[in-house]
């Protein structure tokens, strides 16, 4: 009889999912200001792009307001205006102002453009660097703001109070509203979620008490829930990471920080609705003039080449099914490729990433953690920003990240089962990754490798075999479409890249997209990786040594891209969970202070940027961490004594919690963060 564990943890962890949610809608901003986004047309009228509340007039970087334009530009109805150049903004925000108590209110307008504010109905005349004083009775209040931008510069707009006895500040969302409705409909929605969360915390307590009886259903509930940590410790971690990963996740990375991401969905789109694969190239002159189109779009210049062979098709494939099946309803046919946004093409790489957590588990399984370990290297994927931000980008190493996974997952089953299913999975996998990325060749090679160093000579012809098949279908495939012109393609390709030994060097930095972010957390993802190495764990150096040096084989020394990391990170992670398990065991100085001084330490200079500065809290915030991160190490070092060990275990699970908080909160800032990075930190 099958046991009724694991559909039981499944289940409470779609409930947990349901009850973050509910924590989520509760801790969501109640209030905002309901915004119009317009664009001048032709005779000045102005058109609509896009209507939504927004929570705050806090917007200091650009990002925020031209992905109301970007994002949601209907080309069917607003035709090809911003082709040449963004749209001259034109954001009508209305709504109640909520004042505590009487006084006078002070009122700033930080704005790059130009912009009106009103209260009341009577305008507040503000003035660069200077605060406009107004007297006004507690209650809520009518307040309108227009704002205006031409074509050149980027958007720039905070609007800042002052109450009376405080200091000024942003406008709070709490203190502004779009209208009555929507302050009474917030204090309904609050009700009902905080008498649900009591029920929920009621119905915790009394399973609880039950479970204190032998043999009742709530007893027999949490042996089962025991029994399934693992599964219930998994789904968390998924949760958490897709938080991570949903937040801000179509703004950071930047639009067009690298175009590569729109190429992907132009090849889906144009071979699934035209037959044919369009996109932009970087070798459009190897093309018959004919078979390209210059354009420009939204003040970006693409030269549409086709077929298009710079890339293999697999993950373009993908992403063009999820945009075709998003295309929004408020779209009128002819739709084209320009319809694919942000928003709908980087759920494909996210939902991928959560994918790669559960396969990252079972390979850390495979190479002998335990579960602990398993399960902190699971943590660290899902949470660290660099990873986070990665996971964002549309690139086709997500999907081979999985891809790469998958296939030593089969070799491990083959080499225990002998089962010749197994290994021609592996080769399956290995030439998907080849349909995938030209640097999928990478996986081919550790198949190979690991099941020849197994002496499983039948599985690797049967997986050397199976890869074959999958590249002779590429080859079909570009055939089918223009062989001369993938030939051209493949020769530019080989020819045009300056390849040395910076490339590998350069590959070690840390790189979101072509931006430096987080080189200490990869610093020591580094050091992890270098510390599986002396351990029995070493084997986790195969698939990381083989795609770097196959990445610095072929990659452009002048372009290496952050992105190219992706595949390398399910590995990195394993080690490090493997290090984190040890570290809390032996809590000594030599496995903690490299994960605070690097980790920690980076973690703390993004969430807590004050503390970076020389000011007289930053000082103390070194000593602070000096204290956690040395001192207890040190006392045990010169006395080993129970209570010493207690505390430098206690110093450890610290440095442990305050890599989690700050990595939360990293992802929690990263729009202000990444705009702020200019270099490494």
């Known amino acids: 009889m099958r046991s009724p564990g694991r559909p039981v943890a499944l289940a409470l962890t779609v409930l947990a999912a349901l009850f973050i949610l509910l924590l989520l809608a509760l801790l969501q901003p109640a209030g905002g200001l309901h915004g119009r986004y317009l664009v001048a047309g032709q005779g000045g009228v102005e058109a609509p792009v896009h209507e939504r509340v927004d929570p705050q007039i806090n917007f200091s970087v650009p990002q925020r307001l031209d992905a109301a334009y970007v994002f949601h530009w209907n080309q069917s109805r607003l035709g090809d205006f911003p082709r040449d ?48 004083e107004r007297p006004l009775t507690a209650g809520w209040h009518a307040l309108a703001l227009d704002y205006s931008l031409a074509l050149q510069g980027d958007a ?45 915390a009621v119905a915790v307590a009394v399973l609880a008490f039950l479970a204190r009886r032998e043999g009742s259903a709530a007893a027999r509930l949490v042996t089962i829930l025991r029994a399934e940590r693992v599964t219930l410790a998994l789904g968390a971690i998924i949760i958490l990471g897709a938080m991570l990963r949903f937040h801000d996740y179509a703004l950071v990375p930047f639009h067009h920080e690298t ?61 063009g099914v999820v945009v075709s099946l998003a295309q929004p309803a408020t779209y009128l046919p002819p739709w084209d490729f320009l319809s694919c946004t942000l928003p709908v093409m980087r759920i494909v790489p996210i939902v991928l990433s959560l994918i790669g957590i559960l396969l990252l588990y079972r390979v850390a399984r495979e190479y002998g953690a335990s579960e602990r370990a398993a399960l902190l290297g699971a943590l660290v994927y ?68 690991l099941l020849l160093s197994r002496r499983r000579y039948r599985g690797g012809l049967l997986a050397l075999g199976s890869a074959c098949g999958c590249v002779l279908l590429y080859l079909l495939y570009a055939w089918a479409l223009d062989f001369g012109i993938f030939l051209k393609i493949i020769e530019a390709q080989s020819t045009t890249k300056w390849v040395g030994p910076e490339s590998l060097q350069d590959l070690l930095a840390g790189k979101v997209v072509v931006k430096y972010f987080g080189r200490g957390w990869y610093l020591w993802l580094l050091l992890c990786a270098g510390i599986a190495a002396l351990r029995r764990e070493r084997a986790l150096l195969v698939p990381v040594a083989v795609y770097a040096t196959v990445i610095a084989l072929t990659a452009d020394l002048r372009v290496i891209y952050g992105w190219y990391r992706i595949p390398l990170y399910p590995f990195l992670c394993v080690a490090a969970g493997i290090v984190l398990e040890e570290m809390l065991v032996e809590a000594d100085l030599f496995r903690a202070f490299p994960f605070a001084i690097t980790a920690v330490s980076t973690g703390v200079l993004y969430a807590l940027p004050e503390w970076a500065s020389g000011s007289e809290s930053g000082r103390l915030a070194v000593y602070a961490f000096a204290l956690c991160a040395l001192a207890p190490f040190l006392v045990r070092l010169a006395f080993e004594r129970p209570l010493t060990a207690r505390l430098a275990r206690a110093s450890t699970w610290f440095l442990l919690l305050v890599f989690l908080f700050t990595s939360l909160k990293s992802v929690d800032g990263l729009l202000e963060i990444y705009s702020a990075t200019r270099g490494g930190r």
């Not at 694969?277 to 190897?286: E, G, I, Q, V, Y």
């Not at 078979?291 to 890339?311: A, E, I, M, N």
């Open 382 to 449: 899902a949470t660290l920003p660099v990873i986070v931000l990665a996971h964002r980008l549309v690139k086709a190493e997500s999907l081979l990240s999985i891809l790469f996974l998958g296939a030593i997952l089969a070799v491990q089953r083959h080499d225990r089962s002998g089962r010749a299913r197994d290994a021609v999975l592996a080769g399956a996998f290995s030439g998907l990754s080849i349909w995938s990325k030209a640097t999928g060749i990478a996986v081919l090679v550790v198949v190979l490798v």
């Open 156 to 200: 720039h707009l905070v609007l800042s109070w002052k109450p009376p006895g405080e200091t000024l500040r942003p406008v709070p969302s709490g203190n502004l509203a779009p209208d009555q409705d929507a302050v009474a409909r917030a204090r309904v929605r609050r009700a009902i979620g905080f008498l649900l969360l009591a029920a929920a």
């Open 259 to 319: 175009a590569d991401e729109y190429q992907h969905a132009w090849e889906g789109w144009t071979l699934l609705h035209d037959g044919v694969p369009k996109a932009w190239s970087t070798f459009p002159d190897r093309y018959p003039m004919e078979q390209t189109r210059d354009f420009r779009w939204f003040g970006d210049r693409y030269v549409l080449v086709w077929p298009y062979f710079d890339h293999p098709p697999l993950f373009s494939i993908l992403v």
């Open 85 to 132: 150049s963004m749209p001259p903004y034109h954001i009508h925000w209305s709504g109640l102002l909520l004042a505590p108590r009487a006084g006078t209110y002070g009122f700033a307008l930080d704005v790059h453009g130009d912009s009106h504010l009103s209260i009341d109905g009577v305008p507040v005349e503000t003035q660069p660097d200077t605060v406009t």
